[in-house]
Protein backbone atom coordinates (compact mmCIF):
# COMPACT_ATOMS: atom_id res chain seq x y z
CA UNK A 1 0.00 0.00 0.00
CA UNK A 2 3.23 1.99 0.39
CA UNK A 3 4.71 1.54 -2.36
CA UNK A 4 4.07 4.86 -4.57
CA UNK A 5 3.48 8.02 -3.38
CA UNK A 6 1.36 8.85 -5.95
CA UNK A 7 -1.20 6.51 -5.60
CA UNK A 8 -4.27 8.46 -4.50
CA UNK A 9 -6.38 5.82 -1.87
CA UNK A 10 -9.90 7.48 -3.42
CA UNK A 11 -12.00 5.64 -1.56
CA UNK A 12 -9.73 7.47 2.14
CA UNK A 13 -10.33 10.36 0.81
CA UNK A 14 -14.43 9.74 -0.13
CA UNK A 15 -14.79 7.92 3.18
CA UNK A 16 -13.20 11.15 5.43
CA UNK A 17 -15.69 13.54 3.02
CA UNK A 18 -18.80 11.55 4.21
CA UNK A 19 -17.80 10.95 7.50
CA UNK A 20 -17.08 14.84 8.02
CA UNK A 21 -20.23 15.57 6.21
CA UNK A 22 -22.39 12.98 7.97
CA UNK A 23 -21.27 15.85 11.46
CA UNK A 24 -23.40 17.89 9.77
CA UNK A 25 -26.42 15.75 9.58
CA UNK A 26 -25.93 14.45 13.30
CA UNK A 27 -25.40 17.47 14.71
CA UNK A 28 -28.99 18.55 13.38
CA UNK A 29 -30.57 16.08 14.35
CA UNK A 30 -29.87 16.82 17.84
CA UNK A 31 -32.59 19.15 18.01
CA UNK A 32 -34.80 16.89 17.10
CA UNK A 33 -34.02 14.10 19.55
CA UNK A 34 -35.79 13.54 22.79
CA UNK A 35 -33.07 11.90 24.40
CA UNK A 36 -30.39 14.83 23.74
CA UNK A 37 -33.65 17.27 24.58
CA UNK A 38 -32.07 18.35 28.07
CA UNK A 39 -28.78 18.96 27.05
CA UNK A 40 -28.37 19.95 23.43
CA UNK A 41 -29.08 24.79 22.69
CA UNK A 42 -31.56 23.64 19.44
CA UNK A 43 -33.83 21.35 20.77
CA UNK A 44 -36.88 21.61 19.75
CA UNK A 45 -40.94 21.12 20.49
CA UNK A 46 -40.63 18.77 18.20
CA UNK A 47 -39.17 15.66 18.80
CA UNK A 48 -39.16 11.61 17.06
CA UNK A 49 -37.47 8.52 18.61
CA UNK A 50 -36.74 7.70 15.05
CA UNK A 51 -34.06 10.14 15.22
CA UNK A 52 -32.55 8.65 18.27
CA UNK A 53 -32.39 5.69 16.57
CA UNK A 54 -30.63 6.47 13.25
CA UNK A 55 -28.79 9.15 14.94
CA UNK A 56 -27.28 7.67 17.97
CA UNK A 57 -26.28 4.32 15.77
CA UNK A 58 -24.07 6.93 13.47
CA UNK A 59 -22.65 8.42 16.22
CA UNK A 60 -20.74 5.23 17.23
CA UNK A 61 -18.99 4.86 13.93
CA UNK A 62 -18.32 8.48 12.71
CA UNK A 63 -15.79 9.94 14.62
CA UNK A 64 -14.03 6.18 14.77
CA UNK A 65 -13.54 6.19 11.18
CA UNK A 66 -12.30 9.61 11.13
CA UNK A 67 -9.70 8.77 12.85
CA UNK A 68 -8.94 5.69 11.24
CA UNK A 69 -8.82 7.67 8.68
CA UNK A 70 -6.26 10.62 9.97
CA UNK A 71 -4.23 7.80 11.29
CA UNK A 72 -3.91 6.38 7.72
CA UNK A 73 -3.08 9.76 6.28
CA UNK A 74 -0.53 10.12 8.91
CA UNK A 75 1.34 6.83 8.22
CA UNK A 76 1.34 8.04 4.51
CA UNK A 77 3.33 11.27 5.93
CA UNK A 78 5.50 9.86 8.10
CA UNK A 79 6.93 6.93 5.86
CA UNK A 80 6.78 9.00 2.64
CA UNK A 81 7.93 12.72 3.46
CA UNK A 82 9.37 11.88 7.29
CA UNK A 83 8.28 12.29 10.76
CA UNK A 84 9.57 16.08 10.87
CA UNK A 85 7.64 16.86 7.60
CA UNK A 86 4.50 14.79 8.79
CA UNK A 87 4.68 17.29 11.86
CA UNK A 88 4.82 20.46 10.06
CA UNK A 89 2.22 18.91 7.77
CA UNK A 90 -0.04 18.52 10.36
CA UNK A 91 0.86 21.25 12.24
CA UNK A 92 -0.32 23.34 8.92
CA UNK A 93 -3.17 21.30 8.67
CA UNK A 94 -4.51 20.80 12.33
CA UNK A 95 -2.83 23.17 14.98
CA UNK A 96 -3.10 26.62 12.66
CA UNK A 97 -6.89 25.69 11.44
CA UNK A 98 -7.59 25.17 15.26
CA UNK A 99 -5.73 28.37 16.62
CA UNK A 100 -8.07 30.67 13.89
CA UNK A 101 -11.28 28.93 13.62
CA UNK A 102 -11.30 28.39 17.14
CA UNK A 103 -11.85 31.68 18.60
CA UNK A 104 -13.93 32.35 15.44
CA UNK A 105 -16.05 30.10 15.89
CA UNK A 106 -16.60 30.12 20.06
CA UNK A 107 -17.38 33.68 19.20
CA UNK A 108 -20.42 32.47 16.72
CA UNK A 109 -21.71 29.64 18.99
CA UNK A 110 -21.89 31.91 22.31
CA UNK A 111 -23.12 35.16 19.94
CA UNK A 112 -26.32 33.06 18.49
CA UNK A 113 -26.46 31.63 22.12
CA UNK A 114 -27.13 35.20 23.58
CA UNK A 115 -28.96 36.09 20.90
CA UNK A 116 -31.59 33.26 20.90
CA UNK A 117 -31.97 33.70 24.75
CA UNK A 118 -32.88 36.75 24.90
CA UNK A 119 -35.53 36.12 21.28
CA UNK A 120 -36.52 32.50 21.06
CA UNK A 121 -39.91 32.22 22.58
CA UNK A 122 -40.10 28.12 22.47
CA UNK A 123 -37.02 27.93 24.62
CA UNK A 124 -35.02 24.41 24.94
CA UNK A 125 -34.28 23.34 28.57
CA UNK A 126 -30.44 24.73 27.88
CA UNK A 127 -31.37 28.02 26.74
CA UNK A 128 -34.13 28.34 30.02
CA UNK A 129 -30.69 27.64 31.64
CA UNK A 130 -29.03 30.76 30.06
CA UNK A 131 -31.80 33.19 29.96
CA UNK A 132 -31.43 32.67 33.58
CA UNK A 133 -28.49 32.56 34.06
CA UNK A 134 -28.09 36.04 32.17
CA UNK A 135 -30.83 37.62 34.02
CA UNK A 136 -29.00 36.75 37.34
CA UNK A 137 -25.37 38.33 36.79
CA UNK A 138 -22.70 36.50 38.63
CA UNK A 139 -23.15 32.70 37.69
CA UNK A 140 -19.59 31.69 37.21
CA UNK A 141 -19.56 30.76 33.33
CA UNK A 142 -18.61 26.95 32.60
CA UNK A 143 -14.66 26.67 31.12
CA UNK A 144 -14.07 26.74 27.82
CA UNK A 145 -14.77 24.11 25.78
CA UNK A 146 -12.87 22.92 22.31
CA UNK A 147 -16.43 22.79 21.17
CA UNK A 148 -16.93 20.56 17.58
CA UNK A 149 -13.41 21.15 16.75
CA UNK A 150 -12.38 18.59 19.43
CA UNK A 151 -11.17 16.11 17.33
CA UNK A 152 -8.80 18.56 15.70
CA UNK A 153 -6.90 19.24 19.15
CA UNK A 154 -7.18 15.23 20.00
CA UNK A 155 -5.63 14.82 16.65
CA UNK A 156 -2.66 17.23 17.56
CA UNK A 157 -1.99 14.96 20.27
CA UNK A 158 -2.08 11.87 18.03
CA UNK A 159 0.60 12.69 15.58
CA UNK A 160 2.65 13.95 18.99
CA UNK A 161 2.50 10.40 19.92
CA UNK A 162 2.99 9.37 16.67
CA UNK A 163 6.24 11.20 16.87
CA UNK A 164 6.79 9.48 20.88
CA UNK A 165 5.99 6.43 19.39
CA UNK A 166 7.99 6.24 16.79
CA UNK A 167 11.21 5.75 18.27
CA UNK A 168 9.89 2.08 19.72
CA UNK A 169 9.92 -0.84 17.65
CA UNK A 170 6.59 -2.26 16.87
CA UNK A 171 7.34 -4.57 14.10
CA UNK A 172 6.62 -7.23 16.09
CA UNK A 173 3.48 -6.38 17.19
CA UNK A 174 2.76 -5.57 13.36
CA UNK A 175 3.62 -8.96 12.37
CA UNK A 176 1.53 -10.70 15.18
CA UNK A 177 -1.91 -8.61 14.47
CA UNK A 178 -1.30 -9.68 10.92
CA UNK A 179 -1.40 -13.28 11.77
CA UNK A 180 -4.36 -13.22 13.69
CA UNK A 181 -7.73 -14.62 12.12
CA UNK A 182 -9.96 -11.92 11.50
CA UNK A 183 -13.00 -13.42 13.52
CA UNK A 184 -10.21 -13.00 16.73
CA UNK A 185 -9.27 -9.59 15.21
CA UNK A 186 -12.88 -8.47 15.37
CA UNK A 187 -13.07 -9.96 18.77
CA UNK A 188 -10.12 -8.45 20.31
CA UNK A 189 -9.87 -5.05 18.97
CA UNK A 190 -13.63 -4.26 21.01
CA UNK A 191 -11.87 -5.82 24.00
CA UNK A 192 -8.67 -3.52 24.08
CA UNK A 193 -11.46 -0.23 23.09
CA UNK A 194 -13.69 -0.98 26.26
CA UNK A 195 -11.70 -0.10 29.47
CA UNK A 196 -11.83 3.34 27.71
CA UNK A 197 -15.58 3.37 27.36
CA UNK A 198 -16.16 2.37 30.54
CA UNK A 199 -14.60 5.64 32.18
CA UNK A 200 -17.14 7.49 30.47
CA UNK A 201 -20.74 7.73 29.86
CA UNK A 202 -22.77 5.92 27.20
CA UNK A 203 -23.23 7.13 24.33
CA UNK A 204 -19.75 7.98 24.00
CA UNK A 205 -19.44 11.47 24.88
CA UNK A 206 -17.54 14.37 22.73
CA UNK A 207 -13.85 14.48 24.98
CA UNK A 208 -14.02 18.46 24.23
CA UNK A 209 -12.52 19.30 27.00
CA UNK A 210 -8.98 21.25 26.63
CA UNK A 211 -7.91 18.83 29.17
CA UNK A 212 -6.51 15.90 27.35
CA UNK A 213 -8.74 13.45 27.89
CA UNK A 214 -7.01 9.69 28.84
CA UNK A 215 -9.86 7.87 28.24
CA UNK A 216 -9.74 9.55 24.22
CA UNK A 217 -6.90 8.09 23.84
CA UNK A 218 -7.52 4.86 24.65
CA UNK A 219 -10.63 5.17 21.92
CA UNK A 220 -10.57 7.12 19.54
CA UNK A 221 -6.44 6.72 19.80
CA UNK A 222 -6.70 3.13 19.13
CA UNK A 223 -9.00 3.95 16.08
CA UNK A 224 -6.08 6.18 14.96
CA UNK A 225 -2.90 3.84 15.40
CA UNK A 226 -5.56 1.00 13.45
CA UNK A 227 -5.68 3.58 10.46
CA UNK A 228 -2.07 3.99 10.66
CA UNK A 229 -1.73 -0.13 11.17
CA UNK A 230 -3.74 -0.44 7.79
CA UNK A 231 -1.40 2.04 5.62
CA UNK A 232 1.70 -0.36 6.85
CA UNK A 233 -0.44 -3.60 5.71
CA UNK A 234 -1.23 -3.94 2.11
CA UNK A 235 -4.38 -6.29 1.54
CA UNK A 236 -4.85 -6.09 5.76
CA UNK A 237 -8.49 -4.80 4.90
CA UNK A 238 -8.99 -7.81 2.33
CA UNK A 239 -8.75 -10.02 5.11
CA UNK A 240 -12.57 -8.47 5.79
CA UNK A 241 -14.36 -8.65 2.36
CA UNK A 242 -16.60 -11.63 2.82
CA UNK A 243 -17.44 -10.45 6.39
CA UNK A 244 -18.95 -7.58 5.52
CA UNK A 245 -22.46 -8.28 5.60
CA UNK A 246 -21.89 -10.21 9.27
CA UNK A 247 -20.54 -6.68 10.53
CA UNK A 248 -23.88 -4.73 9.70
CA UNK A 249 -25.80 -6.95 10.48
CA UNK A 250 -24.01 -7.82 14.18
CA UNK A 251 -23.75 -4.37 14.55
CA UNK A 252 -27.73 -3.68 14.03
CA UNK A 253 -28.67 -6.19 16.10
CA UNK A 254 -25.98 -5.30 19.24
CA UNK A 255 -27.45 -1.73 18.30
CA UNK A 256 -31.02 -2.76 19.06
CA UNK A 257 -29.92 -4.44 22.27
CA UNK A 258 -27.37 -1.49 23.11
CA UNK A 259 -30.12 1.23 22.92
CA UNK A 260 -32.78 -0.65 25.07
CA UNK A 261 -30.11 0.28 27.79
CA UNK A 262 -29.54 4.12 27.07
CA UNK A 263 -31.45 6.34 29.39
CA UNK A 264 -34.35 8.30 28.36
CA UNK A 265 -33.00 11.30 28.94
CA UNK A 266 -29.46 12.44 28.98
CA UNK A 267 -28.27 15.15 31.44
CA UNK A 268 -24.90 16.83 31.84
CA UNK A 269 -24.53 15.29 35.03
CA UNK A 270 -25.33 11.28 34.06
CA UNK A 271 -26.46 8.66 36.46
CA UNK A 272 -24.33 6.66 38.34
CA UNK A 273 -24.77 3.27 36.87
CA UNK A 274 -23.08 0.00 38.32
CA UNK A 275 -19.41 -0.38 37.01
CA UNK A 276 -21.63 -3.99 35.46
CA UNK A 277 -23.58 -1.54 33.34
CA UNK A 278 -20.61 0.16 32.39
CA UNK A 279 -18.76 -2.44 31.45
CA UNK A 280 -21.72 -3.98 29.13
CA UNK A 281 -22.51 -0.96 27.95
CA UNK A 282 -18.65 -0.07 27.05
CA UNK A 283 -18.39 -3.25 25.15
CA UNK A 284 -21.22 -2.97 23.12
CA UNK A 285 -20.14 0.49 22.19
CA UNK A 286 -16.23 -1.39 21.23
CA UNK A 287 -17.85 -4.11 18.71
CA UNK A 288 -20.76 -1.27 17.09
CA UNK A 289 -17.53 0.76 16.81
CA UNK A 290 -14.99 -1.65 15.42
CA UNK A 291 -17.54 -3.47 13.19
CA UNK A 292 -19.45 -0.71 12.08
CA UNK A 293 -15.98 1.01 11.56
CA UNK A 294 -14.45 -1.66 9.61
CA UNK A 295 -17.42 -2.12 7.44
CA UNK A 296 -17.34 1.23 6.37
CA UNK A 297 -13.59 1.12 5.55
CA UNK A 298 -13.99 -2.76 3.52
CA UNK A 299 -17.20 -1.52 2.04
CA UNK A 300 -16.14 2.11 0.94
CA UNK A 301 -12.80 0.08 -0.74
CA UNK A 302 -14.70 -1.75 -2.66
CA UNK A 303 -17.90 0.83 -3.75
CA UNK A 304 -15.87 4.40 -3.51
CA UNK A 305 -12.19 3.66 -4.75
CA UNK A 306 -12.54 5.68 -7.80
CA UNK A 307 -12.07 9.31 -9.04
CA UNK A 308 -15.22 11.31 -9.20
CA UNK A 309 -15.41 15.09 -9.36
CA UNK A 310 -17.98 15.65 -6.96
CA UNK A 311 -16.50 13.22 -4.59
CA UNK A 312 -13.37 15.13 -5.34
CA UNK A 313 -14.88 18.74 -4.56
CA UNK A 314 -16.86 16.90 -1.64
CA UNK A 315 -13.49 15.58 0.31
CA UNK A 316 -12.20 18.83 -0.49
CA UNK A 317 -15.07 21.46 1.24
CA UNK A 318 -15.43 18.66 3.80
CA UNK A 319 -13.18 20.42 5.84
CA UNK A 320 -14.66 24.10 5.88
CA UNK A 321 -17.60 22.49 6.43
CA UNK A 322 -17.52 20.93 9.46
CA UNK A 323 -15.65 23.49 10.80
CA UNK A 324 -18.16 26.30 9.70
CA UNK A 325 -21.28 23.79 10.12
CA UNK A 326 -22.31 24.03 13.83
CA UNK A 327 -22.88 27.97 14.63
CA UNK A 328 -25.18 27.79 11.26
CA UNK A 329 -26.98 24.79 12.19
CA UNK A 330 -27.56 26.96 15.54
CA UNK A 331 -28.75 30.01 13.84
CA UNK A 332 -30.84 28.47 11.32
CA UNK A 333 -32.43 26.06 14.33
CA UNK A 334 -32.74 28.90 16.03
CA UNK A 335 -34.71 30.44 13.73
CA UNK A 336 -37.02 27.76 12.85
CA UNK A 337 -37.62 26.69 16.88
CA UNK A 338 -41.05 29.14 17.08
CA UNK A 339 -41.92 27.88 13.52
CA UNK A 340 -44.94 25.53 12.85
CA UNK A 341 -43.13 23.46 10.34
CA UNK A 342 -43.38 19.96 10.97
CA UNK A 343 -39.92 17.89 12.22
CA UNK A 344 -39.20 16.91 8.61
CA UNK A 345 -39.25 20.03 7.13
CA UNK A 346 -37.12 21.69 9.97
CA UNK A 347 -34.70 19.18 10.14
CA UNK A 348 -34.30 19.28 6.18
CA UNK A 349 -34.11 22.99 6.01
CA UNK A 350 -31.61 23.07 8.97
CA UNK A 351 -29.48 20.53 6.91
CA UNK A 352 -29.67 22.17 3.25
CA UNK A 353 -29.08 25.77 4.33
CA UNK A 354 -26.34 24.98 5.97
CA UNK A 355 -24.67 22.75 3.71
CA UNK A 356 -25.68 26.03 1.24
CA UNK A 357 -23.85 28.58 3.40
CA UNK A 358 -21.06 26.25 4.23
CA UNK A 359 -20.56 25.47 0.21
CA UNK A 360 -21.12 29.08 -1.13
CA UNK A 361 -18.72 30.15 1.77
CA UNK A 362 -16.14 27.96 1.04
CA UNK A 363 -16.35 28.51 -2.87
CA UNK A 364 -16.25 32.08 -2.36
CA UNK A 365 -14.23 32.65 1.06
CA UNK A 366 -11.66 29.16 1.22
CA UNK A 367 -11.32 27.21 -2.17
CA UNK A 368 -8.87 29.19 -3.91
CA UNK A 369 -7.42 31.40 -1.51
CA UNK A 370 -4.93 31.24 1.84
CA UNK A 371 -7.57 29.68 3.75
CA UNK A 372 -8.16 27.08 1.29
CA UNK A 373 -4.48 26.42 0.74
CA UNK A 374 -4.41 26.41 5.25
CA UNK A 375 -6.74 23.53 5.46
CA UNK A 376 -6.36 21.44 1.93
CA UNK A 377 -2.51 22.79 0.68
CA UNK A 378 -2.42 24.94 -2.30
CA UNK A 379 -4.39 23.52 -5.73
CA UNK A 380 -2.36 22.30 -8.53
CA UNK B 1 36.72 43.18 22.75
CA UNK B 2 35.00 42.59 18.91
CA UNK B 3 33.92 39.47 17.59
CA UNK B 4 31.67 38.83 14.63
CA UNK B 5 29.79 35.58 15.52
CA UNK B 6 29.61 32.45 13.01
CA UNK B 7 25.81 32.57 12.35
CA UNK B 8 26.13 29.37 9.98
CA UNK B 9 28.16 27.31 12.62
CA UNK B 10 25.76 28.68 15.45
CA UNK B 11 22.40 27.27 13.23
CA UNK B 12 23.93 24.24 12.65
CA UNK B 13 25.05 23.74 16.65
CA UNK B 14 21.54 24.31 17.44
CA UNK B 15 19.75 21.74 14.86
CA UNK B 16 22.67 19.01 16.32
CA UNK B 17 21.25 19.74 20.16
CA UNK B 18 17.85 19.78 18.73
CA UNK B 19 18.24 16.57 16.85
CA UNK B 20 19.97 14.91 19.41
CA UNK B 21 17.65 15.39 22.26
CA UNK B 22 14.39 14.50 19.99
CA UNK B 23 14.43 11.20 21.89
CA UNK B 24 13.99 12.15 25.40
CA UNK B 25 12.11 15.39 24.49
CA UNK B 26 9.48 12.58 23.22
CA UNK B 27 9.53 10.65 26.31
CA UNK B 28 8.66 13.89 28.53
CA UNK B 29 6.65 15.45 26.81
CA UNK B 30 4.70 11.91 26.74
CA UNK B 31 5.12 12.25 30.43
CA UNK B 32 3.57 16.06 30.23
CA UNK B 33 0.39 14.83 28.77
CA UNK B 34 0.43 11.71 31.15
CA UNK B 35 0.06 14.04 33.92
CA UNK B 36 -1.82 16.84 32.32
CA UNK B 37 -4.65 14.02 31.65
CA UNK B 38 -5.86 13.70 34.78
CA UNK B 39 -4.62 17.34 36.48
CA UNK B 40 -8.29 18.40 36.27
CA UNK B 41 -9.90 15.23 37.91
CA UNK B 42 -9.55 16.28 41.69
CA UNK B 43 -7.75 17.96 44.64
CA UNK B 44 -5.52 14.17 44.84
CA UNK B 45 -4.75 14.12 41.28
CA UNK B 46 -4.13 17.65 41.20
CA UNK B 47 -1.73 17.44 43.53
CA UNK B 48 -0.14 13.51 42.11
CA UNK B 49 -0.14 14.86 38.53
CA UNK B 50 1.86 18.38 39.49
CA UNK B 51 4.63 16.08 41.23
CA UNK B 52 4.87 14.12 37.78
CA UNK B 53 4.97 17.87 36.25
CA UNK B 54 7.52 18.66 38.52
CA UNK B 55 9.41 15.47 37.50
CA UNK B 56 9.24 16.12 34.00
CA UNK B 57 10.37 19.85 34.56
CA UNK B 58 13.60 18.69 36.83
CA UNK B 59 14.54 15.43 34.44
CA UNK B 60 14.26 17.10 31.56
CA UNK B 61 16.17 20.10 32.33
CA UNK B 62 19.24 17.60 33.69
CA UNK B 63 18.54 15.23 30.89
CA UNK B 64 19.05 17.41 28.18
CA UNK B 65 22.48 19.34 29.96
CA UNK B 66 23.71 16.00 30.57
CA UNK B 67 23.55 15.13 26.73
CA UNK B 68 24.39 18.33 25.17
CA UNK B 69 26.99 19.59 27.66
CA UNK B 70 28.68 16.93 29.47
CA UNK B 71 28.11 13.59 27.26
CA UNK B 72 29.50 15.98 24.12
CA UNK B 73 32.91 16.13 26.30
CA UNK B 74 32.67 12.47 27.39
CA UNK B 75 31.99 11.31 23.89
CA UNK B 76 34.37 13.45 22.12
CA UNK B 77 32.05 15.51 20.05
CA UNK B 78 33.55 18.31 21.60
CA UNK B 79 37.19 18.01 20.18
CA UNK B 80 35.68 17.31 16.73
CA UNK B 81 33.72 20.82 17.22
CA UNK B 82 36.74 22.50 18.05
CA UNK B 83 38.15 21.84 14.66
CA UNK B 84 35.48 24.35 13.20
CA UNK B 85 35.89 27.69 12.53
CA UNK B 86 34.16 28.94 16.20
CA UNK B 87 35.02 30.79 18.66
CA UNK B 88 34.22 29.90 22.63
CA UNK B 89 31.37 32.37 22.75
CA UNK B 90 29.86 30.81 19.36
CA UNK B 91 29.93 27.95 21.25
CA UNK B 92 28.32 29.44 24.47
CA UNK B 93 25.19 30.99 22.25
CA UNK B 94 24.75 27.90 20.12
CA UNK B 95 24.48 26.10 23.41
CA UNK B 96 22.11 28.88 25.07
CA UNK B 97 19.70 28.68 22.39
CA UNK B 98 19.54 25.17 22.40
CA UNK B 99 19.46 24.72 25.69
CA UNK B 100 16.85 27.22 26.48
CA UNK B 101 14.53 26.55 24.02
CA UNK B 102 14.22 23.11 24.66
CA UNK B 103 13.98 23.87 28.35
CA UNK B 104 11.79 26.93 27.82
CA UNK B 105 9.36 25.95 25.68
CA UNK B 106 8.09 23.20 27.54
CA UNK B 107 8.55 24.90 30.69
CA UNK B 108 6.23 27.80 29.29
CA UNK B 109 3.97 25.17 28.26
CA UNK B 110 3.63 23.02 31.73
CA UNK B 111 3.00 26.90 33.57
CA UNK B 112 0.38 27.66 31.21
CA UNK B 113 -1.49 24.59 31.79
CA UNK B 114 -1.09 24.55 35.21
CA UNK B 115 -2.64 28.40 35.24
CA UNK B 116 -5.57 27.01 32.88
CA UNK B 117 -6.79 24.67 35.15
CA UNK B 118 -6.08 26.49 38.40
CA UNK B 119 -8.28 29.56 36.61
CA UNK B 120 -11.04 26.47 34.70
CA UNK B 121 -11.65 24.74 37.62
CA UNK B 122 -12.76 24.08 40.99
CA UNK B 123 -8.73 24.66 42.37
CA UNK B 124 -8.42 27.65 44.49
CA UNK B 125 -6.85 30.84 42.46
CA UNK B 126 -5.27 32.02 45.35
CA UNK B 127 -2.56 28.89 44.21
CA UNK B 128 -1.37 30.82 40.87
CA UNK B 129 0.76 33.11 43.16
CA UNK B 130 2.39 29.61 44.42
CA UNK B 131 2.99 27.81 41.65
CA UNK B 132 4.24 30.53 39.69
CA UNK B 133 6.94 30.99 42.12
CA UNK B 134 7.81 27.46 42.37
CA UNK B 135 7.90 26.80 38.50
CA UNK B 136 9.99 29.52 38.53
CA UNK B 137 11.83 28.03 40.86
CA UNK B 138 13.10 24.78 38.64
CA UNK B 139 13.92 27.63 35.56
CA UNK B 140 16.93 29.48 37.95
CA UNK B 141 17.67 25.70 39.14
CA UNK B 142 18.40 24.73 35.28
CA UNK B 143 19.68 28.14 34.10
CA UNK B 144 22.36 27.59 37.60
CA UNK B 145 23.32 23.86 36.15
CA UNK B 146 23.55 25.37 32.32
CA UNK B 147 26.11 27.98 33.58
CA UNK B 148 27.79 25.46 35.69
CA UNK B 149 28.16 22.69 32.86
CA UNK B 150 29.47 25.83 30.09
CA UNK B 151 31.65 27.22 32.92
CA UNK B 152 33.14 24.23 34.38
CA UNK B 153 32.45 21.38 31.85
CA UNK B 154 33.46 18.56 34.37
CA UNK B 155 30.67 15.87 34.81
CA UNK B 156 31.02 15.28 38.50
CA UNK B 157 30.76 19.08 39.56
CA UNK B 158 27.63 19.29 37.14
CA UNK B 159 26.07 16.08 38.99
CA UNK B 160 26.45 17.73 42.10
CA UNK B 161 25.07 21.14 41.31
CA UNK B 162 22.15 19.08 40.16
CA UNK B 163 21.49 17.02 43.02
CA UNK B 164 22.63 19.71 45.43
CA UNK B 165 19.68 21.96 43.70
CA UNK B 166 17.16 19.13 43.54
CA UNK B 167 18.26 18.88 47.22
CA UNK B 168 16.94 22.50 47.71
CA UNK B 169 13.12 21.60 46.30
CA UNK B 170 12.23 20.86 49.87
CA UNK B 171 14.04 23.44 51.79
CA UNK B 172 12.40 25.78 49.05
CA UNK B 173 8.54 24.65 50.06
CA UNK B 174 9.48 24.82 53.25
CA UNK B 175 10.10 28.17 53.26
CA UNK B 176 7.88 29.24 51.07
CA UNK B 177 5.26 27.43 53.03
CA UNK B 178 6.26 29.38 56.39
CA UNK B 179 6.00 32.90 54.47
CA UNK B 180 2.47 33.97 55.46
CA UNK B 181 2.21 36.50 52.61
CA UNK B 182 2.52 33.91 50.31
CA UNK B 183 0.47 31.19 51.85
CA UNK B 184 -2.26 33.39 53.64
CA UNK B 185 -4.00 33.33 50.48
CA UNK B 186 -3.86 30.29 49.40
CA UNK B 187 -7.33 28.74 49.55
CA UNK B 188 -8.33 31.79 47.86
CA UNK B 189 -10.85 32.61 44.93
CA UNK B 190 -8.65 35.31 43.53
CA UNK B 191 -4.69 35.31 43.00
CA UNK B 192 -3.48 37.28 45.25
CA UNK B 193 -0.04 39.01 43.88
CA UNK B 194 1.50 41.03 46.97
CA UNK B 195 4.76 42.30 47.23
CA UNK B 196 6.15 39.53 48.74
CA UNK B 197 5.06 37.35 46.06
CA UNK B 198 6.50 39.87 43.27
CA UNK B 199 9.95 40.37 44.91
CA UNK B 200 10.20 36.67 45.56
CA UNK B 201 9.67 36.10 41.75
CA UNK B 202 11.53 39.03 40.86
CA UNK B 203 14.73 38.19 42.97
CA UNK B 204 14.32 34.52 40.96
CA UNK B 205 14.28 36.22 37.55
CA UNK B 206 16.99 38.39 38.33
CA UNK B 207 19.09 35.07 39.30
CA UNK B 208 18.34 33.37 36.17
CA UNK B 209 19.62 36.14 33.97
CA UNK B 210 22.55 36.99 36.38
CA UNK B 211 24.07 33.17 35.73
CA UNK B 212 22.78 33.59 32.74
CA UNK B 213 25.02 36.24 32.27
CA UNK B 214 28.37 35.33 34.03
CA UNK B 215 28.13 32.15 31.86
CA UNK B 216 28.09 34.16 28.81
CA UNK B 217 31.38 36.43 30.40
CA UNK B 218 33.56 33.43 31.35
CA UNK B 219 32.87 32.36 27.61
CA UNK B 220 34.28 35.74 26.03
CA UNK B 221 37.25 35.62 28.21
CA UNK B 222 38.13 31.89 26.96
CA UNK B 223 40.62 32.13 23.88
CA UNK B 224 40.41 28.32 23.30
CA UNK B 225 38.39 25.32 24.31
CA UNK B 226 40.70 24.00 26.52
Redesign the interface.
Known sequence: MNSTAESRLYYFDNLRAFAMIAGVFFHAALAYSPMSHGIWFTSDAEQSVVVDWISWFTHLFRMPLFFVIAGFFVAYLVINRGMGNMLWNRCKRIVFPFIIFWPLCMWAIVAGMVWAATHVEQKSPLLQMIAYAMANPGTPPP??TTMHLWFLYNLM?FC??T??L??INFNWIKQKISQLHPIVLLILFPLLLTPALTQVAAPIPAPE??????WS?GFFGLFFAAGYFIYQQENFLDKFKNYSLFLLIGSIGIYVFYFSLLPEAFSFIPAADSFAKKLLLGSLEAIIACWMTLFCVVTGKKCLNFRNRFLRFLSDSSYWIYIVHLPIIFAVQYKLMDSDFSLITKYSLSVTITLAIAIVSYLILVRWTPIGWLLNGRKK | MSQTLNLNIIKKLILKDWYLNQKIIAMYVAGAILALSFISLGEAQFYMASVLLICVLIGLGNHQIAITIINERKEQTLPFIMSLPISPLDYAIAKLIANMTLFLIPWSLIVLSLLAILITTELPDGLIPYSVIFCTFFLVNYFITWAVGMAIEAEGVVIFVMVFLNCLTSPFMYVLGKTPAVMDNIQGKEALWNSTSINILTIEIVVALLVILIALFLQTRKKTFL
Do not use: A, E, R, T
Not at chain 1, 209 to 214: C, G, V, Y
Open positions: PPFLFWIGYSFFPQLF
